[in-house]
């Protein structure tokens, strides 16, 4: 069974960093893309970041290019978010997200961990 | 960016009934490399996390009910839900994974009338 477990959500003030993790199980983690999606809680769903399977290739949207960095480490199946220079319109909840066929069709998600940036 | 635009952002439909869904994006998602629409549909119920219900457009995920289908071609997309279940109560996206940004329909929330 796939799961994906985030952690590493919790208050910052705007300006902070924060760092988030996805612990997966149940596939081979070094296979698949990876990517994090985020909600405005009860609003829709935003694609954040994306990297390929071997770690090599990363593209972001554009309102957190520069800001954020996407990473993984395939020996430990952890996908991570490093998050600096946070904006109150980062507040959302991020969603860990596994690929299949191509790195944007998101075939299972995890539960999600909840940031708020706010003063 | 590709913008998805759903048509309705929410729809009620007595159990039983027929829900159908409709979506567009502001570029064509079909890859004439593999003739495929690069267009999947996620089902979120309340206080979950998004599930994949559809991909390349009409291909349904394992373990998705068979009342559940997706067609449409290019730009023009639609989901169908045929006899509405009360487990069908969700909000609906459509996201096109043809190129990145990979972009969302806004969500069509789906209700029991």
């Known amino acids: 069974e796939v799961q994906l477990l985030e952690s590493g959500g919790g208050s910052v003030q705007p300006g902070g960093s924060l760092r988030l993790s996805c612990t997966a199980s149940g596939f081979t983690f070094r296979n698949f893309g990876m990517s994090w999606v985020r909600q405005i809680p009860d609003k829709g769903l935003e694609w954040v970041s994306t990297v390929t399977n071997g770690g090599d290739v990363s593209y972001y949207t554009d309102s957190v290019e520069g800001r954020f960095t996407i990473s993984r480490d395939n020996s430990k199946s952890t996908l991570y978010l490093q998050m600096n220079s946070l904006r109150v319109e980062d507040t959302a909840i991020y969603y860990c997200?596994?690929?299949?066929?191509?790195?944007?069709?998101?075939?299972?998600w995890g539960l999600g961990t909840l940031v708020t940036v706010s003063s | 960016d590709v913008v998805m635009t759903q048509s309705a952002d929410s729809l009620a439909v007595s159990l039983g009934e027929r829900a159908t869904i409709n979506c567009k994006s502001s570029q064509s998602v079909l890859d004439s490399s593999n003739n495929k629409n690069f267009l999947a549909w996620y089902q979120q119920k309340p206080g979950q996390s998004p599930k994949m219900v559809i991909y390349w457009a009409s291909t349904r995920e394992s373990g998705v009910p068979e009342r559940f289908s997706g067609s449409g071609s290019g730009t023009d997309f639609t989901l169908t839900i045929t006899s509405l279940q009360a487990e069908d109560v969700a909000v609906y996206y459509c996201q096109q994974y043809h190129s990145a940004p990979y972009t969302f329909g806004q969500g069509t929330r789906l209700e029991i009338k």
């Open positions: 997200a596994k690929a299949i066929y191509y790195d944007g069709l998101f075939e299972y």
